[in-house]
């Protein structure tokens, strides 16, 4: 706590230099921290800026499929996040922006799948198990009380 | 449980466009070859075409060239190609090292007009048919099996 993570990663490192294993750990934890080449503020209003960062933190970089396009620096995570800041700032609603990437790229791109029917079990599963599991629960507490 | 294995055998990083049955995004953009000329999307409808998104940093660009001059000398269907954010000259020079498979090709500097096409991948290759509508795509290098495969059959119908 007192070095902060990248002393830490150093005294790591120079205990087991020999195993390069660890130095690509190392270089992960490092890079992990290297922000976005256009990191600099999109918007001068917080909250579109607030807007935004919720945004892209909710795209899927397709090229690179389990980062957002918010922590890639992927020319083409640069160029959707270059788009969903002009849609922004012409207005559209998140709803809009959702379905223009949808539309594109396939519900994929979206880590919050949009209700419809093509995803309505994804939405609707959690639910259908919920029920599944307590009329189980009922049935099973049920039969213990009857046969007591 | 058997609802978690299904699509554990599928290849995760190519997915399903949304694009297949719809009408091909519009786009004007200049020509790469002669940059004065403006390439109308709406001029290339009216019969089918390939429509292949490439650029000189993709390897799996350089991977299918040989097979899109193939296909290009056999007059089968004309290419339509996408220059995908590539540097201008570089292009230019890969034409001349490696030959001009393309009718047409329309260079997108930005990436606006691939994003409308969702691309994301380089080489991507689109079957358009005489409406204007998007067939089939494939993602990946082309070769000889997935043309026989996966476009032939396709182009045959439409004709």
Known sequence: ?148 | MPIFFIGLDRDKSVLPSPLIGKKIPEFTLPSLINSELQIDSSEMLSNTFLFNVWATWCAGCLEEHEFLMKLSESNEIPIVGLNWRDNHNDALAWLRDYGNPYTIIAEDVSGRVAIDWGVYGAPESFLVDSNGIIVHKHLGPLDDDIWERDFRAIINDAN
């Open chain 1, 1 to 148: 706590m007192i070095y902060g993570k990248g002393t830490l990663g150093l005294l790591l490192m120079m205990r087991i230099n020999k195993n390069n294993v660890f130095l690509s750990l190392f270089l992960c934890m490092i890079m992990s921290h290297i922000h976005a080449i256009d990191s600099g503020l999109a918007f001068n209003d917080p909250e579109l800026q607030q807007r935004y960062e919720t945004l892209i933190s909710e795209i899927r970089c397709l090229v690179c499929q389990n980062q957002s396009i918010k922590s890639s620096n992927v020319f083409l995570a640069v160029d959707l996040r270059n788009e969903v800041r002009i849609m922004i700032s012409e207005g559209k609603s998140n709803k809009e922006i959702a379905d223009f990437l949808a539309d594109r790229y396939g519900e994929f791109i979206l880590y919050r799948p949009r209700f419809k029917s093509s995803t309505v079990f994804i939405w609707l599963a959690p639910f259908i198990f919920l029920i599944i599991g307590l009329f189980v629960v009922f049935k099973v507490v049920r039969k213990k009380i009857l046969t007591q």
